[in-house]
Structures are given as C-alpha cells and as structure tokens.
C-alpha cells in the first residue's frame, strides 16, 4: 500500500523555523517527483517546493531563499526546511508523490499531477 505521511508541523512566532518530513512507504518506482503543497483558509492549494530523485529542485518564488527542501533516499523521507517563517505561510502542509515527469515546468505546481498524497501537517506563524 502507496503511503506518505507529514511530520513537523506546529506554532511558530514570525520569524521562526519548522522542519517539515515526509516519509513514504509502499512504493516501487525509483523514479518519483516529491512536492509540497499548502492551503491556507479559503484558498487554493499551492505548490511550494518539489524535488526528483535525482535531486532536481525548485521552489515557488515566494519562498525561495527561506525554504529549503532535501531527501534522505535511505529513509524514503524528504525534508522542507522552513526559516523566516511569514503569517502568509500559515496553512497545511502536505507532501505528494508523482511520476517523474511531475517535476517538468509545466506541471510541478499542478496538485493533479501528483497521485499520492499524504494528510498533511499544520503549520501556523503568528505572534
């Protein structure tokens, strides 16, 4: 059974850091695109990070030079490590998992393209 699960979430005052994991089990391809997705209240679910299992990655513009995300292939777990933590990034946190091609331009913030989806972790920044 294909599972992925989030941990790491919490408070953080503005300013603040959370790491975020996402561990998977159950899967059988080597090739994959991991991403990280959030929705806050009353919006859209949004892409924020994603990495392949060559290491390709890329981050929303937003968040680039705060966010950082990593694997750690012999624990099947991906990292999203989150620093200067903003009001605006309150939300759930949830990790996904696709097929390779899910890391290409086109299609890497599109939730649709990630079949697999864990059940998320909150994450609020507020003072």
């Known amino acids: 059974q294909e599972q992925l699960a989030e941990s790491g979430g919490g408070l953080v005052q503005p300013g603040g850091s959370l790491r975020l994991s996402c561990t998977w089990s159950g899967f059988t391809s080597s090739t994959y695109a991991i991403g990280w997705f959030r929705q806050a209240p009353g919006k859209q679910r949004e892409g924020v990070s994603c990495i392949s299992n060559s290491d390709e990655l890329h981050y929303r513009d937003s968040v680039k030079g705060r966010f950082t995300i990593s694997q750690d292939k012999a624990r099947n777990t991906v990292y999203l490590q989150m620093n200067d933590l903003r009001p605006e990034d309150t939300g759930i946190y949830f990790c996904?998992?696709?097929?390779?091609?899910?890391?290409?331009?086109?299609?890497?913030?599109?939730?649709?393209?990630?079949?697999?989806w864990g059940q998320g972790t909150q994450v609020t920044v507020s003072s």
């Open positions: 996904a998992r696709g097929p390779l091609p899910s890391i290409l331009p086109s299609r890497r913030w599109n939730r649709w393209e990630y079949s697999s």
